[in-house]
């Protein structure tokens, strides 16, 4: 397989960046630009460190509220050394490979603007990493949002030193194993180096991507699945139609009455005459509710893009201005705010899912009690829904910000924190939870076409159902309704969707 090169460079990120550079076959290169920027901003650091006796904030002090502590020359490297080894204190689940691989890229892509004072060799050796799915293993819990993701991103960067544990190949080796097997050597970090590394947001900011990447996928198919509800449930089109929306002009709730509209053209069962005058809110009103998620998401999408083309390491480094400012780019504020907006708004979308998922099992509009044909001795697509509402009910539990909350840390240095990492890993979990509550409306939904024959939906909604009966067939009789599921939930992160 021919690999695929991204050059890192000061082109800005975008969504379509991201989609091709997660890709596997992908390698990474630094361009000349880069390599420049980033040997200069470390030259000029050594420069004032060689000039200059005053304190200079994790560079020849201590860290937090041993900011005051000065170091020696002599200890430098071991101040940075410390500073990785002792804040690696993460706990909890590991966090997934695709979530470390999308950490090591947004880290690179940090460090690569030039203006954070690291070698060439620790960002190659980052590069290296990636290119070989080299991943080092990171824990969930830890981070407080504020001077950055710190626990993660210090066992993000501990085998730069020769500690830690990486996965490679699915092997489990040590960071020295690891050095080894690739004939690296242990990086002896410099001054300010460990704090690059370990102030920073992308931690957040690689979970808010990969979120919001899966955000605007669940969107498309929240669209199309909620469209088949409508159809087979013999919905009414009028609530769709351009007129009800031009006098209310929320631009969410205009594109996504216009995508219905559109998947519903040319459907048999919404011709037929309807016998009834309106319909349930989950249905009447999915330009209201998917339209909000949708604006939520592509307000979050920008948030998130500023995010991951900034530079978010303290202190901050500037060669042309002579100056090094401690300020404060690692607080995670503006991520865990939207974050916590994303968690509502994909957490709505599974929640009127589940209603029309209720609806269509509930023996409405002429269709079965629970969708089986021969109930009694089969229960059908009873049980689902209780799936279903439990995960529904849980991402409302997980939709409780974490940004109203702040413990302050680090003797009171640190005294107001973003909670940002706990918003991100929440958001992460809602994004699966709805995976599973739109594969259910699908089984639903799917069902109930059968009992609507002779009449058809919509080409494009008939394609979609032959699609998934490809993977999960009518159910006739009970079966084990669980690999169905799993089966659904499989299809929907896999199929290929309109750009």
């Not at 997660?22 to 040997?39: C, F, G, M, T």
């Not at 050095?179 to 979970?207: C, P």
């Not at 009171?412 to 599973?436: C, F, P, W």
């Amino acid at each position: 397989m021919s690999q695929r090169i991204h050059t890192i460079s000061s082109q800005p990120l975008t969504i379509q960046h991201l989609k091709t550079i997660l890709k596997d076959d992908v390698q990474l290169e630094l361009s000349d630009e880069v390599r420049h920027k980033i040997a200069a901003c470390r030259k000029y650091l050594d420069d004032k460190i060689r000039k200059s006796t005053h304190p200079i904030y994790g560079i020849n002090t201590g860290f937090g509220s041993l900011y005051n502590q000065n170091i020696s020359t002599d200890q430098l490297e071991k101040l940075q050394e410390n500073l990785v080894k002792s804040h690696a204190c993460g706990t909890g689940p590991e966090v997934p490979k695709e979530i470390v691989r999308l950490m090591l890229f947004l880290k690179i892509q940090s460090l690569s603007y030039g203006y954070s004072g690291v070698q060439v060799v620790t960002v190659e050796r980052l590069k290296d990493w990636y290119n070989k799915h080299v991943l080092p293993k990171i824990y969930e819990m830890g981070s407080l949002g504020a001077s950055g993701d710190l626990a993660p991103l210090a066992h993000l960067s501990l085998p730069l030193i020769g500690l830690g544990e990486v996965n490679v190949d699915g092997q489990v080796l040590s960071g020295g194993e690891a050095n080894k097997r690739f004939g690296w050597d242990v990086i002896h970090l410099q001054s300010k180096e460990g704090l690059a590394l370990l102030n920073g947001t992308q931690f957040m900011s690689s979970y808010g991507m990969w979120c919001i990447l899966h955000a605007q996928r669940i969107m498309k198919l929240a669209n199309m699945i909620g469209a088949l509800s409508v159809d087979v449930f013999d919905g009414r089109i009028e609530p769709f139609l351009a007129p009800v929306h031009a006098i209310r002009p929320h631009t969410g709730q205009v594109e996504v009455a216009k995508e219905v509209r559109t998947l519903l053209n040319g459907s048999e069962l919404q011709k037929q005459a309807k016998k009834h005058v309106q319909d349930p809110y989950s249905f009447r009103c999915i330009p209201q509710v998917h339209g909000a998620s949708w604006q939520a998401i592509q307000y979050i999408t920008q948030i998130m893009l500023t995010e991951i083309n900034s530079v978010t390491d303290n202190p901050n480094v500037f060669p042309e201005e002579d100056m090094i400012i401690s300020g404060g780019n690692f607080h995670g504020q503006p991520l865990a705010l939207a974050l916590d907006y994303l968690a509502i708004a994909l957490a709505e979308l599974g929640n009127i899912s589940e209603r029309r998922t209720y609806q269509l099992i509930s023996g409405s509009r002429e269709l079965p009690n629970y969708l089986t044909a021969n109930p009694g001795i089969n229960s059908g697509l009873m049980i689902p829904q209780y799936t279903s509402a439990s995960l529904v009910s849980q991402n409302k539990q997980l939709c409780t910000p974490a940004s109203v909350d702040s413990i302050v840390s680090s003797n009171g240095q640190e005294d107001h924190v973003s909670m940002g990492a706990n918003a991100a890993t929440k958001a992460y979990r809602i994004v699966h939870n709805l995976y599973s509550i739109l594969a259910i409306e699908l089984i639903t939904a799917s069902q109930a076409l059968h009992f609507r024959k002779p009449l058809k939906t919509s080409p494009p909604l008939k394609k979609l159902v032959d699609t998934f009966r490809q993977h999960v067939p009518f159910i006739e009789n009970d079966r084990v309704l669980h690999d169905d599921m799993m089966k659904a939930e499989h299809f929907l992160k896999q199929i290929e969707l309109p750009e």
